[in-house]
């Protein structure tokens, strides 16, 4: 198949863009290279030394005789080279990453959360209407989080929809399937949760093939064709606003650094390896919806741990001290979670769990690049809130 | 009390800020005078003769002695003027009508999709989040619409909010209430759902108060402020873009051309007219919400009609005839509608009916500038996807 990965140079949409020309398929990268700026702007450095895109393409045609093509386009802000782009290339699917995907960033002032809005939004909007422009029959496989649902539904999270009972014209409780009920907790998480109510539109509208992959938080760095050769390195974060939760606690085990526990850590995560990550969307792109259907939607996850758990393993297993800090999020400070995930599984996604040894691999990963960590980065300076920023600087 | 409106320029904006300056609030209008320009691309013109901004002021100055000030400012673009403008006028209240309205003009190609979608979704979030930034305590009126609800629910639609039982983790149903699941039906109709979200998040990440008014279809042009002088006359848009129905088939009735009744006029919506939708305003901003209260939604309207039953008592009063156009939309051919409207009647709305004889009021007016028409604009040429564009030039 024909796959443009938007946002391939980023942390999941590398190791996928990898992936997907490893078993054959023909891959286009569009990037901005906007997550390398970020990181200019933030001075700051991922922990692995990633290399310019160029060098990495290069690297992966020498290590696997395949071509993976580069177009730098900003897809939130050049509808026209996009549409373009779609009429040039024809892709069977593209794969939307190109959204700023850190909750702790969104949250850093209103440059951040305007930013946020504006890129992610526009480049929804954008790819969805060059789609309709061009008149081409693409598949959407889109990366979205659990976090448009909340962690304080009623039940057990489902796979996007839920039925649930209204009262109906006569007084009677009439019973309806519905998109299930966002309730956002950044404005990163509310940019998916407005992406939602663009596919459910454009999808009943102009019969757009969407799937929407409700992702985990990532754990890990390097999948299989990333360890191919030290150029292709996948980046991995460590600092407060980009680093997902268990990479951070393995950073912070590997340099001596109390684990940073938000609160008491009660808070109950969805997780997922980036090596099913990168599985699940060669999944989700062999499998499309059919002619008509409505918008899939897949919660992309394979484990949950509560926040606490995780950091009395990393401890065990990497030799580190549990640190308690104040939390700079607005969330519930305990929460439980049960989420499905049955429809990735039926596809054929064979879960790699926690207990399967790739803490220690990422460990290593630490350790081998430890001396490239500013430990200064470590503690999130991004606070949810005037409230949450007080409580915090003032403790 | 202060307060600014945004798109105080506009159809409703306008009459509005009249409204709150003639009760004796200090009133600034906040516009880019976007609605003029989107006249000038289309190559139409307002039934009425609408004067300048400045003329419209100074007129009210000479009608009312009262002075309501202009500043020329682009929301959704000049975040930073925004900003400033909040901090310097510190308003007590923000009536917030910067918005693309037009469902049709939101449909016509992917220039006006982009443009609503960018212009909405931004001047929403600029505004909240220069809210935040100024640290101020601001009261957010919005313009938000019925057809967030979309048409096809299980029961009467309620006011933003609805109870809903959904399946708990041990089994049983538990009751919740959330938001009224979105169904829109445009591109302009979607970004009011996205307007939602929004505002879901900022108030209740910062506290932010907001009232969000789903109003109906708005018809009547004038209200008593904007009949002191000539200079002071209201938009009243007769095309198929931006004309509301009611208030485009009295213009129709007007110059002898038949009803664009589209498909057989099953549809049923709300409707409200423009002196009842200022009043609504007024009473919105005199009872903002207290402390810590979630968004508060209100639906703006007073009765619901059938668009057929509308022809009919436009034949009957104007003596037109009734055509049958394909219909340029995707919408349900029918459609039955019960709409809670308790919370503006509680602060004390008293509605205004088309039992009132203001339909002959507009057939005048559309009488006495029907010189102005130009009869090849009363048919939309703005059409929901690719089917119903070759269904309606097929035919």
């Known amino acids: 198949m024909r796959i443009a990965v938007l946002g391939g140079d980023g942390f999941c949409g590398w190791p996928a863009a990898l ?46 005789g395949r071509n993976v093509r580069f177009t730098r386009l900003d897809v939130a802000r050049n509808y026209h080279r996009l549409l373009g782009f779609l009429q040039e290339v024809k892709p069977d699917a593209v794969v939307h990453y190109a959204e700023q995907r850190s909750a702790p960033y969104s949250m850093r002032s ?17 790819l969805l209407c060059a789609i309709v422009e061009s008149g081409l029959d693409i598949h959407v496989v889109h990366l979205g989080t659990m976090g448009v649902y909340g962690y304080s539904g009623a039940g057990p999270i489902p796979e996007g929809y839920v039925r649930a009972k209204f009262e109906g014209f006569d007084g009677t409780w009439v019973e309806r399937e519905i998109l299930s009920p966002p309730d956002p907790g950044s404005v990163y998480h509310m940019t998916k949760t407005l992406d939602q109510l663009l596919f459910f539109f454009y999808n009943k509208n102009d019969r757009v093939k969407v799937t929407d992959l409700h992702q985990g938080v990532v754990w890990g760095t390097n999948t299989k064709e990333c360890l ?18 268990l990479n951070r606690f393995l950073v912070q085990a590997a340099i001596d650094h109390p684990l940073t526990v938000y609160g008491t850590g009660g808070q109950t995560r969805a997780f997922i390896h980036i090596r099913d990550s990168v599985e699940c969307i060669r999944l989700a792109i062999e499998n499309p919806p059919s002619d008509g259907e409505r918008v899939r939607i897949f919660n992309q996850m394979t484990e949950t741990h509560r926040v ?35 429809g990735l599984k039926r596809l054929g996604l064979k879960p790699t769990t926690l207990e399967g040894g790739l803490l220690e691999e990422i460990l290593e990963v630490a350790r081998k690049y430890g001396d490239r960590i500013d430990r200064t980065r470590i503690v999130s300076r991004s606070y949810w809130n005037s409230e949450r920023k007080n409580a915090v600087e003032g403790a």
């Not at 209103?110 to 954008?126: D, F, G, L, M």
């Not at 191919?228 to 939760?245: C, H, K, M, P, Q």
Request: hydrophobic letters at 40%; glycine letters at 6%; aromatic letters at 6%.
């Open 228 to 245: 191919a050769s030290e150029t292709l390195i996948n980046r991995f974060d460590y600092d407060g606003e980009y680093g997902t939760v």
């Open 19 to 64: 992936r997907l020309s490893a078993i054959g398929h023909e891959v286009w990268i569009v990037d901005n290279l906007s997550r390398r700026k970020i990181d200019v702007d933030l001075e700051i450095e991922s922990l692995t030394p990633i290399q310019p895109i160029g060098a990495r393409l290069s690297a992966w045609r020498e290590a696997s």
């Open 110 to 126: 209103s440059v951040e959360k305007r930013y946020t809005v504006e890129n992610n939004v526009a480049a929804t909007h954008n």
């Open 308 to 342: 606490a758990d995780l950091a009395k393993l990393v401890a065990r297993i990497g030799g580190a001290k549990i640190g308690e800090v104040p939390n700079p999020r607005r969330e519930a400070e305990r929460n439980d979670l049960i989420v499905t995930n049955d």
